[in-house]
């Protein structure tokens, strides 16, 4: 059994509304329109590597698949979450993921998708698209057929550190100048509302699925009223900012040191911001803004030393 963090290599994926902010992680990014790094992946269109110890080279499926000791053995035949950067240089396309019910029935046994969002930076005045203001589902399709998307698309102003929970059936987009880690259930499944007639690179206007949309978008939209529960140990401050049935999301704000225990079947951290030292029987593991970490089952007691920021999700 490994004691050390497991220090994740992420995937690049480039995109018509990409840009080059993800450069600022350290990253080599692969162009100027470099929409996605996936941090954490175990999907069939995209798997990140260990970079250090014993498991360098692995991909975190093939953890999943032949070493699941290092998540308490877990059942499930596949990694269960998928964690993501996103850089939205333009507006991303109006969007809604199905449940797993719908997913698994209508796209070949895939996941649904359950998200949320940590707003890391974005410009001033930045928004998202976060719900509808349709009534009944009756309007909802009405208002589509009718291209009232002005009135119908419900509009939210953004600043860093907000964060959104965006469960299946939610109507979404992130907006242009917003840079947002992503924490989702494995799943690539998407269906496109509306694209604002854009084009791609061909200039073919880029596909929607309509149909399938109407069908998992919940009518009418209710808001996510959760509230941020804090907790101080030594001289970090962890915000509890979701827990769901997918997976539980917390910002770890670290100003000097703490010792902590791990005691979930793993923990998945990305540094968002500074720098510190991850120290744990004996070793001494410095990390940075832009290293994403995954710490196993049974990792036991380590400590923290620094001034940074980290996104951490778990089941």
Known sequence: ?????????????????????????????????????????AHKNGQSV???????????????EHHRYLFGHLEGDRFPLLTKILDADQDLSVQVH????????????????????????????????Y???????????????LGEWDELLHRVNVKPGD??????????????????????????????????????????????????????IEAPFIPDRQRVQYEQTDDLLTATLIECAYFSVEKWSLSGSASLKQQKPFLLVSV????????????????????????????GEFKLEGQAECIVSHL
């Not at 970079?51 to 999943?64: A, D, S, V």
């Not at 269906?191 to 309509?210: N, P």
């Open 98 to 129: 199905p449940n797993d019910d719908f997913a698994k029935a209508r796209e070949n046994g895939e996941l649904g998708k359950t998200e949320c969002w940590y707003i890391i930076d974005c410009e001033k005045d930045a928004e998202i698209i």
């Open 50 to 64: 260990v970079q250090n110890g014993l498991y360098k080279g692995f991909t975190l499926c093939e953890l999943w």
């Open 131 to 145: 719900g509808h203001n349709a009534k009944t589902k009756e309007e909802l399709i009405s208002m589509i057929e």
């Open 272 to 299: 968002i911001k500074g720098e510190g030292r991850m120290i744990s029987s004996g070793n001494v593991n410095p990390f940075k803004k832009g290293d994403h970490m995954l710490l196993p089952y049974e990792f």
């Open 163 to 216: 964060f959104f929970y965006v469960p299946s059936g939610t109507v979404h987009a992130i907006g242009k100048g917003i840079l947002v880690l992503e924490t989702q259930q494995n799943s690539d499944t998407t269906y496109r509302l509306y694209d604002y007639e854009r084009k791609d690179a061909e200039g073919k206007l880029r596909e929607l699925h309509l149909e399938k949309s109407i069908e998992v």
């Open 1 to 41: 059994m490994t004691i050390e963090p497991l220090f994740f290599k992420p995937v690049f994926k480039e995109r018509i509304w990409g840009g080059t902010a993800l450069s600022a992680f350290g990253y080599n990014i692969p162009s100027e329109r470099t929409g996605e790094c996936w941090a954490f992946a």
